[in-house]
């Protein structure tokens, strides 16, 4: 059986695809009526027409790696949006990742400069800034707190390179959470059946309405296609963090300074709950005196077991805590020390960039 891996839905460089001729077998089926079917196709052209010139493609690589002309295969693709009249675009933070150099091609075949003016990890968005000079009009916002599964959606975006494709599905789950490489999870994803593949990173999900209900992520799949398992970061957290990333940069991310122990190290103990490793110097757990491992007497250091009397167990739970607290909150952590309960109250600090 294969083992089901989380795909980042970015690529470097274009896809090369051969198509194979196939001779049809006559279609014996009882045709349908084309006017039985006119009406929705009619509704999906006009969303998609309405919606397509906002979305771009989105290229991305190094200076030195842009000036070499025989290493354009290096260079990381994905999509886009258009978010506002001043030239903002938000794609994913994976697109641009390590980059320093971007390029963003309209719908209508024009390249512009951009340069990347705000990144969050953390929820794998970022925002490109290019010459607002003539541009189509941004995508209509709409929410996600209200999807229903089963909803229509259609995605947008450049898979494998190919510019401006469409694919349709429904919302088929929410308040999904997906792991990202830096070990923090991002909440309450939509899942989706719309075909996701690599090259359509940071393009929009769009409801049957013509909004902007997410950004398409990441696809669940063990050979790195779509298998039908597709995941958008929901737009109210677009809504909340996009103008925090164009107006600073990034956004703050609430910490108390512990390095955990690996979860598996936790579970081989049998301890549940976040063994503290180490203590950063300066930080707020310092201050509140909590132990990280003695490696010269071999003591086994503080476990966090929860916060704001919330369990917890996995490092995306502590910092999904947090992250809910805000910088420069405290809050009450329980620990076990020594196998006895202690609360400690920790005031939250920005971890920095």
Same mark, same amino acid.
């Given at each position: 059986?294969?083992?089901?891996?989380?795909?980042? #839905?970015? $690529?470097?460089?274009?896809?090369?695809?051969?198509?194979?001729?196939?001779?049809?077998?006559?279609?014996?089926?009882?045709?349908?009526?084309?006017?039985?079917?006119?009406?929705?196709?009619?509704?999906?052209?006009?969303?998609?027409?309405?919606?397509?010139?906002?979305?771009?493609?989105?290229?991305?690589?190094? @200076?030195?790696?842009?000036? #070499?002309?025989?290493?354009?295969?290096?260079? &990381?693709?994905?999509? =886009?949006?258009?978010?506002?009249?001043?030239?903002?675009?938000?794609?994913?933070?994976?697109?641009?990742?390590?980059?320093?150099?971007?390029?963003?091609?309209?719908?209508?075949?024009?390249?512009?400069?951009?340069?990347?003016?705000?990144?969050?990890? @953390?929820?794998? *968005? #970022?925002?490109? /800034?290019?010459?607002?000079?003539?541009?189509?009009?941004?995508?209509?916002?709409?929410?996600?707190?209200? *999807?229903?599964?089963?909803?229509?959606?259609?995605?947008?975006?450049?898979?494998?390179?190919?510019? @401006?494709?469409?694919?349709?599905?429904?919302?088929?789950?929410?308040?999904?959470?997906?792991?990202?490489?830096?070990?923090?999870?991002?909440?309450?994803? $939509?899942?989706?059946?719309?075909?996701?593949?690599? =090259?359509?990173?940071? =393009?929009?999900?769009?409801?049957?309405?013509?909004? *902007?209900?997410?950004? %398409?992520?990441?696809?669940?799949?063990?050979?790195?296609?779509?298998?039908?398992?597709?995941?958008?970061?929901?737009?109210?957290?677009?809504?909340?963090?996009?103008?925090?990333?164009?107006?600073?940069? +990034?956004?703050?991310?609430?910490?108390?300074?512990?390095?955990?122990?690996?979860?598996?190290?936790? #579970?081989? *103990?049998?301890?549940?709950?976040?063994?503290?490793?180490?203590? !950063?110097?300066?930080?707020?757990? &310092?201050?509140?005196?909590?132990?990280?491992?003695?490696?010269? &007497?071999?003591?086994?250091?503080?476990?966090?077991?929860?916060?704001?009397? /919330?369990?917890?167990?996995?490092?995306?739970?502590?910092?999904? %805590?947090?992250?809910?607290?805000?910088?420069?909150?405290?809050?009450?952590? =329980?620990?076990? +020390?020594?196998?006895?309960?202690?609360? !400690?109250?920790?005031?939250?600090?920005?971890?920095?960039?």
């Amino acid at each position: 059986m294969k083992r089901l891996v989380v795909g980042i #839905a970015a $690529i470097a460089g274009l896809a090369v695809i051969g198509f194979a001729a196939f001779t049809a077998a006559p279609n014996r089926a009882t045709p349908v009526s084309s006017t039985s079917i006119a009406a929705v196709e009619a509704e999906t052209i006009a969303l998609f027409r309405r919606s397509a010139p906002a979305v771009v493609h989105v290229f991305a690589q190094s @200076q030195t790696l842009a000036a #070499a002309e025989d290493d354009s295969g290096s260079r &990381q693709s994905g999509s =886009g949006f258009l978010w506002d009249d001043a030239g903002h675009v938000v794609t994913n933070d994976h697109v641009v990742r390590g980059s320093d150099y971007v390029q963003v091609r309209l719908a209508d075949g024009r390249l512009r400069e951009g340069r990347v003016v705000g990144r969050a990890a @953390q929820v794998d *968005l #970022a925002v490109i /800034k290019i010459n607002s000079g003539d541009l189509p009009a941004p995508l209509p916002v709409g929410a996600s707190a209200s *999807l229903a599964v089963g909803q229509f959606v259609m995605a947008i975006g450049n898979p494998f390179g190919l510019d @401006q494709t469409l694919t349709t599905g429904v919302v088929s789950a929410l308040k999904r959470r997906l792991p990202t490489e830096s070990g923090r999870e991002i909440a309450d994803m $939509i899942q989706t059946d719309a075909a996701i593949n690599p =090259g359509n990173s940071g =393009g929009p999900l769009i409801d049957g309405a013509g909004q *902007l209900i997410g950004v %398409a992520t990441a696809i669940y799949s063990p050979s790195g296609a779509s298998a039908g398992i597709g995941f958008a970061v929901p737009v109210d957290t677009v809504k909340r963090v996009i103008p925090i990333l164009i107006a600073n940069g +990034r956004i703050p991310t609430p910490a108390i300074g512990v390095v955990v122990a690996a979860e598996g190290t936790a #579970a081989r *103990l049998g301890i549940d709950g976040l063994v503290v490793a180490s203590v !950063l110097p300066n930080s707020p757990a &310092q201050r509140a005196v909590i132990r990280g491992i003695d490696r010269v &007497q071999s003591v086994l250091g503080d476990i966090i077991v929860s916060v704001e009397s /919330k369990p917890v167990r996995r490092l995306a739970e502590l910092t999904e %805590a947090l992250e809910t607290a805000g910088v420069g909150k405290t809050v009450a952590v =329980g620990i076990l +020390r020594d196998g006895k309960p202690i609360s !400690l109250r920790v005031r939250t600090a920005d971890s920095g960039p």
